[in-house]
């Protein structure tokens, strides 16, 4: 994984490249996937020691992997000496927000809401991504972005519709499990745009370690209770909580900070948009969550809409 911080890199204007495209889908399969191992793992583990195994996992995992300079790593410590304080207080705020709040703040709202439901309130994500990038990070509002974030946004809407059919037996915490799930996307629009900035000096791979490390060390109060939980569940969660922390968290968000890092913050943003239709398709192949003729046209009109955002 190339460093985006070198000169010899390309801007992070410039286009995703097939690397970069590589990254982006990767990025998008695992993140979909994790909406339903979390809704499998949820009877067993509460969101804290759910959010703490994964990240426990998650950091050995990325310690491992930024050990290699090949991928982007390599000398973790003094790059991040090379940030100024402005940069190091963002990045704290990458892993307190994005991998801690977002992760509990999720982790609890899925015990409400189905997994296809809950990746459509996610999306809302990108919208604020696009505003915030346009005027902090002073990315512009192309047109095609603003056709392709309206388009894509009303296909995630018909998705949650859809979605919404599919789990009766939630109905009664369905407002708690939507709010939960709309702190996440908020907090994950704001780390987006604040890790867009700490990326501009230093690698994905090494970024993403370090907020995870951050994220890891906030989540250490729920120690006791993951000790509990993971002492009566059965193998299968335990595989589960490495699977979240090796894939669509070690893996994912180093792909998605590579992509990051060659691409606007808004523009990457809303190919997330592909995230409801795959997570759908596979809560209905693994959990039994039947997808509704309505989700299928929801989640074309959200590809349909993630096509135009990315025209130049």
């Known amino acids: 994984m190339p460093d985006p911080s070198s000169p010899s890199g390309p801007p992070t204007t410039s286009g995703l490249g097939r690397a970069g495209v590589v990254a ?4 998008v399969l695992s993140w979909a996937s994790a909406f339903v191992v979390i809704r499998f793992a949820a009877p067993w583990l509460g969101p ?13 995992a990325l310690t491992v992997l930024s050990s290699f300079p090949r991928l982007g790593g390599g000398h973790r410590l003094e790059r991040l000496r090379a940030l100024d304080r402005k940069e190091r207080w963002l990045l704290v705020l990458v892993g307190l927000a994005w991998f801690a709040v977002y992760n509990v703040a999720l982790n609890a709202g899925e015990r409400h809401v189905d997994a296809g439901t809950a990746s459509m309130i996610i ?29 894509a946004l009303l296909g995630t ?31 994950y629009a704001v780390a ?26 906030a989540c250490l109060p729920f120690a006791g209770e993951l000790v509990r939980e993971l002492a009566v569940a059965p193998a299968s969660v335990w595989w589960a909580v490495v699977y979240l922390g090796v894939v669509p968290t070690a893996i ?28 759908i398709g596979l809560g209905w192949l693994f959990l039994g969550e039947v997808p509704l003729p309505l989700a299928v046209i929801g989640g074309a009109v959200s590809l349909v809409g993630v096509a135009i955002s990315r025209r130049r």
Not at 48 to 59: E, H, I, M, S
Request: glycine share 10%; charged share 10%; with cysteine.
């Open 252 to 279: 994912a968000f180093s792909t998605w900070a590579f992509a990051m890092g060659r691409s606007d913050a808004g523009r990457l943003s809303v190919t997330t948009y592909v995230v409801p239709p795959v997570a």
């Open 48 to 60: 804290g020691a759910l959010t703490l195994g994964r990240l426990l996992v998650a950091t050995v």
């Open 123 to 151: 999306q809302l994500a990108p919208v604020i991504v696009a505003v915030l990038a346009g005027t902090l990070l002073r990315e512009g509002f192309p047109r095609p972005l603003v056709v392709g974030v309206a388009v």
């Open 192 to 217: 987006l745009v604040a890790q867009k900035v700490v990326l501009r000096r230093v690698s994905g791979l090494v970024v993403t370690w370090a907020a995870c490390a951050v994220g890891c060390v």
């Open 157 to 187: 809407i018909l998705i949650g519709v859809a979605a919404g059919t599919a789990a009766p037996s939630a109905q009664g915490s369905r407002g708690l499990g939507v709010v939960l799930v709309l702190v996440s996307a908020l907090v």
């Open 24 to 27: 982006v889908v990767v990025t």
